[in-house]
């Protein structure tokens, strides 16, 4: 049976990219994603049949990778970071319970970018917390806005995805606001852009000023919690061991 795909890339180079995530692009007759990401794993799709793609086409991408599947061809669909987290699992899997399609599916896992920003930040993700995506294209921003609402009052530490876009440069100065209510402003705020990638750059401000930094759609914004503290050049988010044992 022909299976499709839905690989997660990680950052996209060949340290954090999974054996499973290589194999799977290997053995597809058809590799589809965004062009910009397609870039990032030129080196393991060489001679293969690639089909890129705009950032905005994900459901034209799913149908015809899922057609290409039913025709008897083995098709993977990348996703930068996890497919799962974000990325087109989520489309596809909608389509194929909408028109109850029986295909042959396996996710293959990332590095999402929590992670990736995460290990460069320190460990600010070492206690609860949560990620919230600042993209209203699909989600309302009531929703998105009730959301950090409830990331602030529950004092989770909060991974801000897709926090700026070229059209949409608001809403993050609105989250700041709103953590501002629950947190102090000299609470610790990681910015990480192109983690793991050509111009990574790592950041820690506060929440008063981390808006002062340069801030896009491939940069990860992480807002700690009460308890989150700077050391060195790392943030660390503690997990209260020093309650139960003596450090």
Do not use: W
């Amino acid at each position: 049976m022909s299976t499709l795909y839905l690989v997660g890339i990680g950052p996209g180079n060949r340290g954090e990219i999974t054996e499973d995530a290589i194999k799977s692009l290997e053995d597809s007759d058809i590799i589809m994603g965004y062009a910009k990401y397609i870039e990032l794993i030129e080196k393991f799709i060489e001679n293969r049949n690639v089909v890129p793609g705009s950032v905005t086409d994900e459901m034209e991408r799913a149908n015809r990778a899922i057609n290409y599947v039913m025709q008897g061809k083995n098709v993977s669909i990348i996703s930068s970071g996890d497919s799962g987290i974000y990325g087109m699992a989520g489309i596809v899997f909608e389509i194929l319970a909408a028109h109850k399609y029986d295909i042959d599916v396996k996710i293959i896992p990332g590095i999402t970018a929590l992670n990736s920003a995460g290990s460069l930040l320190g460990v600010p993700f070492m206690n609860d917390f949560c990620s919230i995506s600042l993209s209203d294209r699909l989600t309302p921003v009531d929703i998105i806005i009730k959301r950090i609402h409830a990331a602030g009052s529950g004092d989770f530490v909060t991974a801000l995805y897709n926090p700026v876009s070229s059209r949409r440069t608001e809403l993050i100065k609105k989250a700041r606001e709103i953590m501002l209510e629950y947190r102090d402003k000299s609470t610790p705020v990681g910015i990480v852009k192109n983690a793991y990638r050509d111009g990574q750059k790592v950041e820690i401000s506060t929440l008063e000023n981390f808006l002062n930094f340069n801030i896009d759609m491939f940069t990860l914004v992480v807002i700690g919690n009460s308890s989150t503290y700077v050391y060195g050049k790392y943030m660390i988010t503690p997990r209260n061991y020093n309650k139960k044992y003596d450090i």
